[in-house]
């Protein structure tokens, strides 16, 4: 595969991976709005190592030596299970474990 075709593969893939962060910390909820601040602490917390996690897959996929067009797709693929095993497991244990 050309470099230039991977390049634009991996800044297409990414940017689809940018819109899933968006879409869990953007979309609104229905919820009444709490003012707790170890929620509002732990939300952040979850921002970041969403944004963190897609900076190095994107920086992992970009310097990568070889230029094959399945690597942006696992990338995205374990991107994507890494963020919800960790936002659907980890995050509400630690969550739990600091309230109760």
């Known amino acids: 595969m050309k470099e ?3 390049q634009i593969l991996v ?5 689809i991976l940018l819109g899933f962060i ?3 910390w953007l979309f609104p909820s229905v919820s009444p709005v ?5 929620l509002k602490l732990t939300q952040f917390c ?3 190592f969403m944004f963190v996690l897609w900076a190095a897959n994107y920086w992992l996929q970009y310097k990568s030596k070889k230029k094959k067009w399945y690597l942006p797709l696992a990338g995205a693929v374990l991107y994507v299970a890494i963020v919800s095993f960790f936002l659907l497991l980890v995050f509400p244990f630690i969550n739990n474990f600091f309230i109760s």
């Open 22 to 24: 968006c879409l869990f």
């Open 34 to 38: 709490e003012d707790d601040p170890i």
């Open 4 to 6: 230039f075709n991977y």
């Open 11 to 15: 800044a297409i893939v990414n940017v």
């Open 46 to 48: 979850m921002f970041i």
